[in-house]
C-alpha cells in the first residue's frame, strides 16, 4: 500500500527512524564533548586543590615552626606576662585591620 508521495508507510517509518538516529547521534556527540569539558575541568580543579593543599601543609608547618620557637623563647625567660602581651597585641592588630579592612569598601 503507498502512502504520503509513493512510499509506503514501512519507508516512511524506516526514515523517521533514521532522521531520529542523526538527532540522537549529535546529542550524544554533544554529551561526550560536554563530559570531556567536565572532566578538563575537574582536573584543573583537582591540580589546584592539590597545590592548595601543598601550601597548606607548608604554611601549617611553617606556623608550628615559629609555635615552637615562641613556646621556647617564652618558657626560657619564665614570661608568661610577655605571652599575654602578645596575645593582646595580636587582637589588636586583628581589631585595626578588620577596622580597616571594613572601613575601605
Not at 569539558?37 to 575537574?42: K, M, N, R, V
Not at 621556647?72 to 602581651?85: H, I
Request: charged content about 20%.
Amino acid at each position: 500500500r503507498r502512502v504520503h508521495g509513493g512510499y509506503s508507510t514501512q519507508e516512511v517509518l524506516l526514515r523517521q527512524n533514521d532522521d531520529k538516529i542523526v538527532q540522537i547521534k549529535g546529542h550524544v556527540g554533544a554529551l561526550k564533548l560536554m563530559s570531556n569539558q567536565i572532566d578538563d575541568e575537574l582536573q584543573r580543579q583537582n591540580q589546584f586543590l592539590d597545590g592548595l593543599n601543598n601550601e597548606f601543609e607548608r604554611t601549617s608547618s611553617l606556623l608550628a615552626g615559629a609555635m615552637r620557637k615562641t613556646s621556647n623563647l617564652l618558657s626560657q625567660s619564665g614570661g608568661t606576662n610577655y605571652l599575654w602581651y602578645f596575645v593582646f597585641f595580636t587582637i589588636f592588630i586583628f581589631i585595626v585591620l578588620w577596622y580597616f579592612s571594613g572601613s575601605s569598601s
